[in-house]
């Protein structure tokens, strides 16, 4: 028998008693995922695994990522540039479903005035479920709107983070 072989059925064997693969996806403010994942065979392998995807997202989220599933976004797409400006609402999620626009502009979140790509990504990043308030101009004007973040996942589905 080669070595192949002896692998395959002392894997099998410890499937019996245990195996497990785990995958965490994680994504930053700027759309950055990274998957945090382990496989473990035997009751030993099984708690490393498990031991090691927790290290891993615990890492991550020190460096400013969220799991997919508890990531909120509220669905403004901004232009690369310093205005501000709202180049797309994402259809059905938060912003839209507010009645923010295409071309209004952003002018702060959660009190704190934006003044970069970089501040209205990293601020409008955070958990779903949690609320943020945003000023919005439009033809001059400003207007509060409170958002309730909603997942990546309701927003897009899970099949295209897979």
Known sequence: MNSV????IVGMILCLIGCTSI???MINS?????????AGHGLLG??????????????????????LDFAGFVGMVFRADSTMRILQVIKDAPAD???ILVDD???SVNGVKVTSLID?????????????????????????YVLKRASYTSIFGKSRYK
């Open 97 to 99: 479903k507010a009645g």
């Open 46 to 67: 099984v708690s490393l695994a498990e031991k090691y995807a927790e290290d891993c997202v615990d890492s991550w989220e020190k460096a400013g990522y969220l799991e």
């Open 5 to 8: 072989k002896i692998f395959s």
């Open 120 to 144: 209205a990504k990293r601020l409008l990043f955070g958990r779903s479920g949690e609320f943020v308030t945003v000023i919005i101009e439009r033809n001059g004007k400003n207007s509060e």
């Open 30 to 38: 700027n759309g950055q995922m990274i998957d945090c994942n382990a």
């Open 105 to 107: 502009k952003l002018i």
């Open 23 to 25: 995958h965490r996806l």
